[in-house]
């Protein structure tokens, strides 16, 4: 599958995200976003784009943050994996209001992040349009 987005699991990973400092925040989700360390070789199958996802205890219970993150995971696949660049690390975080926010506006907080922080991949995203 060459449209494949890797995964960012480690700790020191999603520091160095955030320690970049590039972040989106919106009513559905925060969006955090680095060049990646990573050669292009080590990750060709996922063109050097990977994603971590996080939701803290501010978002509810174990059952809404396991939701909340399920919900991220999904809009990212129909999002990121045709509208973000390559060569980036991304770290999707879980706000209170992901539970329960429409699924089509958790998908244009994501592609508006994409936008707002310049990593949207050039000729755009199809769940772009209306925003």
Same mark, same amino acid.
């Given at each position: 599958?060459?449209?494949?987005?890797?995964?960012?699991?480690?700790?020191?990973?999603?520091?160095?995200?955030?320690?970049?400092? /590039?972040?989106?925040?919106?009513?559905? &989700?925060?969006?955090? +976003? %680095?060049?990646?360390?990573?050669?292009?070789? #080590?990750? $060709? !199958?996922?063109?050097?784009?990977?994603?971590?996802?996080?939701?803290?205890?501010?978002?509810?219970?174990?059952?809404? /943050?396991?939701?909340?993150?399920?919900? &991220?995971?999904?809009? +990212? %696949?129909?999002?990121?994996?045709?509208?973000? #660049?390559? $060569? !980036?690390?991304?770290?999707?975080?879980?706000?209170?209001?992901?539970?329960?926010?429409?699924?089509?506006?958790?998908?244009?907080?994501?592609?508006?992040?994409?936008?707002?922080?310049? +990593?949207?991949?050039?000729?755009?995203?199809?769940?772009?349009? $209306?925003?």
């Amino acid at each position: 599958m060459p449209n494949r987005i890797g995964r960012i699991y480690s700790r020191k990973d999603f520091l160095k995200i955030a320690g970049a400092r /590039r972040k989106w925040v919106a009513s559905g &989700l925060i969006l955090q +976003v %680095r060049p990646s360390d990573e050669p292009a070789e #080590a990750g $060709a !199958h996922a063109e050097g784009r990977r994603v971590g996802f996080t939701a803290s205890k501010k978002v509810g219970n174990a059952v809404k /943050r396991n939701r909340a993150k399920r919900r &991220l995971r999904a809009a +990212v %696949r129909e999002v990121m994996v045709d509208g973000a #660049a390559s $060569a !980036h690390d991304y770290v999707v975080i879980a706000r209170a209001e992901t539970v329960t926010r429409p699924y089509d506006l958790l998908k244009q907080d994501l592609a508006a992040g994409l936008r707002r922080l310049k +990593v949207q991949r050039p000729g755009g995203n199809p769940e772009d349009g $209306a925003s």
